[in-house]
């Protein structure tokens, strides 16, 4: 197990700022119900530096719907077999589980589990060299960057798993205020971005994939130990190609937003069976009523298009084998999933 890393930068100030500590790492047990927010919301990548201010007054949530930031005992979570070093795990609603210890100089990641409606679970493992995700204490000027290699397991045609290794770069990017919706504003906020990209070769049909992981998560240490505003998504894509196989992105906060979306504007989730299939298949969870479908290939290219659909059984005899996504709008509501055609 690896316990080296580069540090990129550290930067002294004359003033206190709010550090990442293990004394405020957050224990198993500690929890925060946070509101889902509109996930297409700019991250603010470029807002950084000292007294800086993020401004997500606009940002709008989903009507009722809320999520769970927890960090639990890893042994109790259904993919514990593989993070067997781990002592924590981060819940990020239904989302994201991030495995990880820790001592009072570093703490180290042991791997993640995401879940994406037309994929299921993907388990991402860094048995072999963990990555190092914080040198304690970590605080605004602190910025490293380390790698990682273990293994990805997931479903394209069967379950099965691919040797992955990547890298990582952490960092306090910025340390200001943190405006929410009805006027709060809280002070002395701290933000840790992640990039994290991985690489591993899928041997059957897609080749070469890279996974990407873009994270940012605002603390308010002097309040809690938990975030108070979350921004994390994660794309899957097969090297050269413009559609990604999977893409999965959560905004959460912790304050109440003023404007709504309404639950129909949401993308749903739909299963597609069979999958593989030959010559139809079967959409299950969206109610098909003059419906538009399209059909995309790997490169991006809109393969099919049918309009005016009302049924939810579609034929795709004509399609060349391969991984197609299918995109249909119907009612008000959309949904994107995948299918393999042999």
Partial sequence: MKRTLLLISLVTFGTASAQLTQSNEPAIGESTSMYLCDSNYTNYANVTGSGVTWDYSQI???AGQTRTVQV???????????YGAATK??????????YFDSDASSRFSQGFVFTEPSLGDIVV?????DLTQMNYPFSYGNSLNDSYIGTIYYSVITPTSSALAGSATVSVDGEGTLSFPSGVNVANVIRLKSIDTALFNEPFILGD?????EQYEYYDLANQNLPIFIHSSIVVTQVGATTPLANSSIVLSKYPTVNIM?????TISVNIYPSPATDNITVEGIEMNDATIQIIDQAGKVVKTLANVSS???????????IYFIAIQSSGSRAV??????
């Fill in 89 to 98: 795990a981060m819940e990020i609603g239904s989302n994201l589980i991030t």
């Fill in 60 to 62: 709008a949530s989903y």
């Fill in 337 to 342: 999933s995948k299918f393999v055609k042999k």
């Fill in 72 to 82: 639990v005992n890893p042994a109790t979570t259904p993919n514990a077999s593989y």
């Fill in 209 to 213: 994939v890279q996974v990407i992981r």
């Fill in 312 to 322: 939810n059984e579609i034929i795709i005899s004509d399609l060349e084998n391969g």
């Fill in 262 to 266: 309404g639950i129909e504007e949401q």
């Fill in 125 to 129: 493992t860094f048995e072999t060299d």
